[in-house]
């Protein structure tokens, strides 16, 4: 495992290294030149050139039929590290456009701010494609460190710094219960690799089950934290309105997606070494219970919002519920269900706050809900894009966030999660109500004196608006784009 | 690939209104593009009548649609029905006119996908899709109160198809069917346990009672009608859409034959309260939007006690009644958008005497008022009277309450016609006008033809209610059910 890298292993490192070396490169050149423009289109390479590595290593293990591994085991490239790290490097590409369109405004055009972004996709990167828990903690270190920083961007305002140090502080608890949580788990198994830790849990004289399973618990409860499950999630709110816009989007996509996948992997590779029995049934039981509790905090929440930013904030955690769902299903049909539903989910949220981002102050606040008066009638466009992401947010047809919904409740009633489900559905039908305040708004409400003028959409904006809104279609009328290139993979679930 | 077109080609119309920049073309052409969603749907016979794509094979769906069976015939009708009204809405509505005609192009879509699907997942896509414009005619020509009223139809709305969404999603991985295809499901779903069929049974019942609807479910359906846009179009948008008895007998029903078996008390007893309960409200209602909506109530609650007799006769005869008062109802709906247009409100204390000025009016509302309470040889009596017939065979004491309703639905009619049109003119109403001829012909033609002529359709519908009957019986399980039925 301490063997000196390969060519081989740089190969499936590309996307990872590329964001990296770009990264630096962002750095050295903010330092020397003030075209702050360039910068982004630096970054924005970075990202491109990384997302199609990726595919590209992708479309070559499909050829072959098998994963690919490097550093021994440490670092994979299967299916559920090649779809989630597609995710996160689209996540990361309409943030970084996203926050360049308001980059002069928003104060991002600090030379620090892409190296971070960059830096922070490639620890989510390394945080779904690791093969043992140490190499997931250090995706996971990689990535909060530098969300820690750019939740705080905002200068001059406190509740910038607030959120900053709040995520600063509940991350650094969150991964102290990760950390421990692996070292009961190498306690109980002698292994820090996902496949060591089963075959360890497999011999006939294994006897530390109840070890093992605390090691679950806390590793479980550590991913909650970054995945915002309730009653993990206090300080997402608090978080997600404090940074600036384009940050939160970033959060709500990168952050989240990877976080996802690690928990995925994790729970999918510790549940069956668990076995069957009392032991066994502990962690599926306590999962069920967050997912459901998130379920009802999230959509429960968002109700009694009045910002839409603050609203937006409580949506990610009750859509964490759902992809939650989707991880108890686990294996094959999990991470397809899992995967389409961020996927969507990324295209949809990030197309939500390019709306909302032309829509609130210069300083980035007044996400009032009154604001939206008119808009149906002032700004047809903007209007009509916001409205189509919260149907599908809502998860109406023909929207991908109606299919997302379908996958992943089919998936769970498949799998005998069917009262789960009707709570899904159940609180499916409260979230309607806070989405359709914001479509009703725009469409039937005056504005009135208080209003203020909306600002034209940047271009750069624009684009991520369409590209959202064209995806939040697309996928939902022909989802089998996504659904069946997964479910075609033989080796999804050929283990971890 | 006909049956394919008559739900795209409305769709699509619907999307060009919106960018036909010269006001002239928008009415010419939302009418062209439901004539020839009709001309399709006559053309949509044989092979051509019926489209099956695989289209997500990781979940199972298929764009399965079929315009030969039921779903064809209330289709066509539906797409008569929508020709007078854009030709009515185009011409009255004033605010938009081309957005609120490509609403109403995107209802007759989202209608015809409701009809012709034969893949469950595609019907319920349909079925939302339909909802939305609804909500958007409501929310956008409504009058004062349509922001309450609109809250409370996405309410009920999205309470029901949610509950649905949820049976959607269990029926098939439950009973371990291959696919959303109707012949897929309907190889494996009657084959689970009673008690689950109840539960999905249940899920679907729900959504098809508030669409229907009935009574306790019934609340939205009053303010929708009372808020609507005063033309009365989005009124036959909405009398279209109450599409819940189709559901019920062209999938719950079917799929879920002990389901339904287990529901059908509390279905009659529901369905026979709605129609009497309805039709006492409609003989006494001051104002003829809500007066209309408590009479289409009543025959809502008719048509629920036709399909919960879960007998032949009863469930075709239902069917045959959804689809006359699409156009009786329907047709009464644009007489209200007339009548507004004359004295300028819907309060019945607004009207009287007005066939002295409007002779030839009074008579073709005559014609179809009366053909909307069942009176024999119009369009609502071969529906109406099977219903009840077929109730009598199983469910006796349902059907004699449901007859009560036929009676008082006769009296509301009478009153109707005696306040608007007979006794003192306060001021003299002008007589039926060129535009409003047009209107009336194709829905008075259409009354007459499904009065007199109704052995074609119903044939239709007792094929399907006899198929799924069969289907349904125990004692022959269909081929290929035990070896698709293993993962139950």
């Known amino acids: 495992m301490s063997l000196p890298p390969t060519m081989g292993d740089l190969t499936v490192l590309l996307p990872v290294v590329t964001l990296v070396v770009f990264a630096s490169l962002t750095l050295l050149f903010g330092v020397f030149t003030r075209e702050r423009a360039a910068l982004a289109g630096l970054a924005l390479t970075g990202v491109i050139a990384a997302l199609a590595f990726t595919v590209f290593l992708w479309l070559d293990a499909r050829a072959a039929g098998a994963p690919v591994v490097a550093l021994g085991g440490a670092f994979r490239g299967d299916a559920l590290a090649f779809a989630f790290s597609f995710i996160i490097l689209v996540g990361a590409g309409l943030a970084l456009v996203l926050a360049d369109g308001h980059r002069v405004r928003l104060h991002l055009d600090q030379p620090e701010f892409h190296p971070l972004l960059l830096l922070a996709a490639a620890g989510g990167l390394v945080l779904v494609s690791a093969g043992d828990l140490v190499t997931a903690l250090l995706g996971l270190e990689i990535m909060s460190l530098a969300v820690y920083v750019l939740a705080a961007w905002r200068e001059r305002s406190r509740v910038s710094e607030e959120a900053g140090m709040k995520y600063f502080l509940l991350g650094a608890f969150a991964s102290a219960v990760l950390v421990y949580g692996i070292a009961l788990t190498f306690g109980a198994t002698g292994h820090f690799d996902f496949a060591g830790i089963a075959v360890a849990a497999a011999a006939p004289d294994f006897a530390a089950r109840g070890l093992l399973l605390l090691g679950a618990l806390l590793l479980l409860v550590g991913l909650a934290f970054k995945v915002a499950f309730a009653p993990f999630h206090q300080w997402l709110p608090d978080v997600y309105t404090g940074a600036p816009t384009p940050v939160t989007a970033f959060m709500s996509v990168v952050v989240k997606t990877a976080a996802f996948g690690a928990l995925l992997r994790t729970t999918g590779s510790l549940v069956e070494p668990l076995g069957v029995g009392a032991i066994g049934e502990v962690l599926p039981a306590v999962l069920a219970v967050l997912v459901g509790l998130t379920m009802v905090v999230g959509n429960f929440g968002a109700l009694l919002q009045s910002g839409v930013k603050r609203m937006l904030a409580y949506s990610a955690v009750a859509h964490a519920g759902y992809v939650g769902l989707a991880v108890l299903v686990g294996g094959a049909a999990g991470i397809q269900a899992a995967s389409y539903y961020l996927l969507t989910y990324t295209f949809t949220s990030v197309a939500a706050f390019a709306v909302l981002l032309s829509l609130m102050d210069d300083d980035d606040r007044g996400d009032r809900l009154e604001r939206l008066a008119g808009l149906g009638r002032r700004r047809p466009w903007l209007a009509a894009a916001l409205a189509v992401v919260m149907l599908s947010l809502a998860g109406f047809p023909p929207f991908a966030g109606f299919v997302g919904k379908a996958v992943v409740f089919q998936a769970a009633i498949a799998a005998g999660h069917a009262s789960l489900a009707v709570l899904g559905i159940a609180t499916a039908v409260v979230a309607v109500v806070f989405y359709a305040r914001v479509v009703m708004t725009m469409y039937l409400r005056e504005p009135d004196a208080h209003t203020p003028a909306t600002r034209p959409v940047r271009r750069r904006t624009a684009v991520v608006m369409a590209l959202g809104v064209a995806a939040t279609l697309v996928l939902g009328v022909f989802p089998g784009l996504w659904l069946d290139w997964i479910a075609r993979a033989p080796w999804w679930s050929a283990g971890f | 690939m006909i049956a394919a077109l008559m ?482």
């Open chain 2, 7 to 488: 739900v795209l080609l409305p769709l699509a119309v619907a999307l060009a209104l919106p960018w036909a920049k010269r006001p002239e073309v928008h009415r010419p052409l939302a009418v062209v593009g439901v004539a020839a969603t009709l001309v399709l749907g006559v053309l949509a016979t044989g092979d051509a009548g019926s489209l099956e794509v695989s289209w997500v094979p990781a979940l199972g769906t298929w764009f399965a649609v079929d315009a030969t069976g039921a779903g064809g015939v209330l289709a066509r009708i539906a797409a008569a029905v929508m020709l007078p009204t854009v030709l009515w809405a185009g011409a009255r509505v004033d605010d938009r006119p081309q957005l609120f005609l490509a609403w109403l192009l995107a209802t007759l879509a989202g209608l015809t996908g409701i009809f012709l699907a034969r893949d469950l997942v595609l019907f319920y896509v349909f079925w939302e899709l339909t909802l939305l414009p609804a909500l958007a005619m409501l929310a956008g020509w409504g009058l004062t109160h349509r922001r309450a009223a609109t809250v409370k139809y996405l309410l009920y709305a999205v309470a029901g198809s949610f509950a649905m969404f949820l049976s959607v999603l269990a029926i098939r991985p439950l009973s371990g069917a291959e696919g959303y295809r109707f012949d897929q499901l309907l190889a494996a779903a009657p084959l689970l346990d009673p008690l689950t069929q109840a539960w999905i049974f249940a899920g679907f019942a729900f959504a098809f009672a508030i669409k229907l609807p009935i009574f306790p479910l019934h609340a939205w359906l009053i303010d929708v009608h009372e808020q609507n846009h005063p033309s009365g179009a989005a009124d036959v948008a909405g009398t279209l859409y109450k599409v819940g008895g189709f559901g019920l007998f062209a999938w719950a029903m079917p799929l879920l034959p002990e389901g339904a078996d287990a529901l059908a008390p509390l279905g009659l007893a529901l369905g026979a309260f709605t129609a009497v309960y309805a039709a006492m409200i409609a003989t006494r209602h001051a104002h003829l939007k809500r007066a209309l909506a408590y009479a289409s109530l009543s025959h809502m609650g008719i048509v629920a006690v036709g399909l919960f007799s879960l007998h032949l006769a009863g469930q075709s005869g239902s069917m045959a009644l959804l689809a006359a008062q699409m156009v009786t109802t329907g047709g009464m709906f644009l007489v209200s958008g007339m009548l507004h247009d004359r004295r300028g409100s819907f309060e019945l204390d607004a009207f009287g005497g007005l066939a002295r000025g409007a002779p030839a009016l009074a008579a073709v509302t005559l014609v179809v008022l009366f053909a909307s309470v069942g009176v024999p040889g119009l369009a609502n009596f071969p529906g109406e009277f099977l219903s009840l017939l077929g109730a009598f065979q199983s469910a006796p004491a349902a059907a004699v309450v449901a007859v009560l309703a036929s009676i008082a639905l006769g009296a509301f009619a009478v009153g109707l016609y005696q306040r608007v049109f007979q006794g003192e003119a306060r001021e003299r109403a002008t007589e039926i006008k060129p535009l409003e001829v047009a209107v009336f012909a194709p829905i008075v033609a259409l009354t007459l033809w499904l009065g007199v002529a109704p052995a074609a359709n119903l044939a239709a519908f007792e094929r399907e209610a006899g198929a799924a009957e069969v289907a349904a019986a125990p004692l022959v399980p269909p081929a290929d059910a035990e070896a698709s039925g293993g993962a139950r």
